[in-house]
């Protein structure tokens, strides 16, 4: 049974992300312990709310650095909408850029859609060779609430770096998942995903 540790660090969804790799056949802790984030066999980081928030907590907790030792390692590491939006370089809300963790390049911004929050059900497109998706089928729908993302025209290095990109679109193109290594990631909530949240977090153990 994978060990996984699900980061504390003052975010949202915690309990829910628990159950929900529970659910799949995870033993999961939650905790902001670093020898147990570091030790575990996967490390899921959820995030709600704001990017500046996140970080903040996400610094205080030392989970960015936590975050840069397992990769270094070759440590799996998870990333939840906001949880996957710290990883990249930055992100810019209302005009005030805030570093992120910069695992991968590229700022996460703003959409450009005429009704926000992205909030619901939407489908995705995953590469070919995706991990996550492997074995669920087209047109399934994942469950979204977000108002910022990596837009398209801001991929361009990460597709460039060999990152496995998952589209999805509302108003444009933006990235619904990335895969690189050891490191994934979900701007949707596969937690409160239903079926279909948990055949993608039961792939995620499976590259464990």
Partial sequence: MPRVVVL?????????????????????????????????????????????ACMTGLRTAGGDKLIARRLELGRPVLGI???MQVLFAAGVEHGVWTDGCGAWPGPVERLDAGVLPHMGWNTVTPPPGSALFAGI?????????????????????LAAAGALITWAEHGEPFAAAVEQGVLAA??????????????????WLETL
């Fill in 137 to 157: 089928d087209p047109g399934t729908r994942f469950y979204f609430v977000h108002s910022y993302a990596l837009r398209a025209p801001a991929a361009t290095g």
């Fill in 8 to 52: 504390d660090y003052g975010s949202g969804n915690l309990r829910s992300a628990q159950r929900a790799l529970e659910r799949v056949g995870a033993q999961v802790e939650v905790t902001a312990d670093r020898d147990a984030a570091l030790e575990a066999d996967g490390l899921a980081v959820p995030g709600v709310g704001a990017f500046a």
């Fill in 186 to 203: 979900t701007q949707f909530h596969p937690e409160k995903s239903g079926d279909a949240g948990a055949a993608l977090l039961a792939n």
């Fill in 81 to 83: 909408c906001v949880g």
